[in-house]
């Protein structure tokens, strides 16, 4: 019997310095060695309790791992026998077989399928008006094949943005012509006509910190220089951002609710932020993070609202309060950049399908969004309830925050690897640390979403997710 070897002779080097998780850092260390021969097919591995007590790293971190490594056919169980390398390694993938996937990894999955307890950024499934939209979807499917055979326009069908312009002007006090309207694909496309429209790449940018990942990501691509600027329980802290980057280009924020922490821009600061960009000629981004999705009291007015209207792009979407499915939102520009907006989405990002927005418009002018909003504001004020006083019983200190809660965790923990464990167990928490740019200002947590907790889940759900948390 082969004897298990040493962290040692395996080379594993952990840079808990770098943003590259843990338990990553481990299992391509484990893989490399396996592929390259340098552990002999039967070789048995050490068992996960002595190599998370040589590494200094919590033993469901090495499990991950080495579920991984099993998933991949590289390891398997041998019982009393330990884990061993596999005797015949699966053929390596030529390139071209590759995946090419990666880029994704950091994303919350799963994709094109029912969302699972605790995913973030999904409504409710089993509150979505299906049949209502579904006699909507055909009528507008039929009208929309039987209109002109020509290109439609790009800033969106005029109807729909016409009843955006007038649902912002009640919902959150934004006074707008439907010219400065656009309609994109969600947030994301309206980022990028943001970005593309202000030539970012080079400038500096200030991002909350923490902040949506996708966001930061989405200004990395583009080339901005980023600073990150901290959170308090009073929203961002622009005394700190114009310390640090005062001739920066743009801000981009979450003012409303902030994401991830649900904390709202106070009165003072957001007339500091408006102050700002415009002494410095500067933008500020206005990610609507959960729209009038507000469950505690009414909505702050956006910041797209009053005086300093000018120097805010306003960026909206459907996705949390309709469905990510439909694949719309908006942006609203303010007058002095709407013909560079417009120009960018005619050239080179134009509206969505049009079948879709004729049913979101039809959505709309009937009334069944504002009733819609109303029931889900109950709906999810309910739901949130149940999962703090659940979650609370495990994890002291757990905190409301928008659409769930978030749950702190020890310093020292691997939030990243408690999610990875989860996720093999069908739920979907999303670690706090990774909307930090700055480790050194990391918090560990979780962010758990209570949209989808039901009383015919949530129990098992919260019990899964204990025992997780207790044996990391």
């Not at 005394?239 to 902030?258: K, S, Y």
């Not at 989405?345 to 049913?359: G, M």
């Amino acid at each position: 019997m082969t004897d298990p070897i040493t962290p040692a002779a395996l080379s594993i080097r952990l840079d808990r310095a770098t943003a590259v998780p843990i338990g990553d850092q481990i299992h391509a260390s484990l893989r490399q060695a396996i592929l390259d021969g340098r552990l002999a097919p039967g070789q048995r591995l050490p068992s996960g309790r002595d190599l998370a007590a040589q590494l200094g790293v919590a033993r469901g971190t090495i499990r991950v791992a080495y579920d991984r490594l099993t998933a991949e056919n590289l390891v398997f169980g041998a019982g009393p026998a330990g884990t061993r390398i596999c005797a015949r390694l699966p053929a390596s993938p030529a390139d071209d077989q590759a995946p090419l996937d990666r880029p994704l990894a950091g994303f919350t999955r799963p994709y094109s399928s029912a969302p699972l307890p605790f995913q973030m950024g999904v409504p409710a499934h089993d509150a979505f008006p299906a049949k209502l939209w579904a006699r909507m979807r055909t009528r507008s499917v039929r009208a929309d094949a039987i209109t002109y055979t020509t290109y439609a326009d790009p800033r969106g069908e005029p109807a729909l943005r016409a009843l955006i312009a007038s649902h912002l002007a009640v919902s959150r006090r934004m006074q707008c012509h439907p010219d400065q309207v656009i309609v994109t694909s969600g947030y994301r496309h309206g980022l990028m006509l943001a970005l593309t429209a202000l030539r970012a790449h080079g400038r500096k940018a200030w991002i909350e910190e923490p902040g949506y990942p996708l966001g930061r990501r989405a200004l990395e691509l583009t080339g901005a220089e980023i600073e990150p600027v901290p959170v308090d329980a009073q929203g961002l802290r622009v005394e700190v951002g114009i310390a640090r980057a005062p001739d920066a280009l743009l801000a981009l924020v979450t003012p409303g609710q902030h994401a991830p922490l649900g904390v709202s821009l106070s009165p003072a600061r957001r007339h500091a932020l408006l102050g700002w960009a415009e002494e410095r000629n500067a933008w500020i981004i206005e990610d609507d993070y959960l729209g009038e999705l507000q469950l505690d009291g009414r909505a702050a007015p956006a910041l797209a609202a009053g005086d300093g209207a000018e120097r805010v792009i306003h960026i909206g979407a459907f996705s949390k309060t309709i469905s990510p499915a439909l694949g719309l939102g908006f942006v609203v520009a303010p007058r002095s950049l709407a013909e560079r907006l417009v120009e960018v989405a005619a050239v080179l990002a134009p509206a969505p399908n049009r079948t879709t927005q004729l049913a979101v418009t039809e959505f709309l002018a009937d009334g069944h969004f504002l009733r819609h909003l109303r029931q889900m504001k109950i709906l999810y004020a309910e739901r949130r309830g149940m999962a703090l006083a659940r979650v609370s019983a495990f994890l002291p200190g757990t905190l409301p925050a928008g659409l769930g809660v978030i749950a702190p965790l020890p310093r020292n923990a691997d939030d990243s690897a408690v999610v990875a464990i989860a996720r093999t167990r069908g739920l979907a928490p999303a670690a706090l640390s990774a909307w930090y740019l700055r480790r050194t200002q990391t918090q560990r947590g979780l962010l758990l979403s209570a949209t989808n907790l039901r009383p015919d889940n949530i129990d098992a759900a919260c019990e899964t997710l204990a025992r997780i948390v207790a044996s990391h």
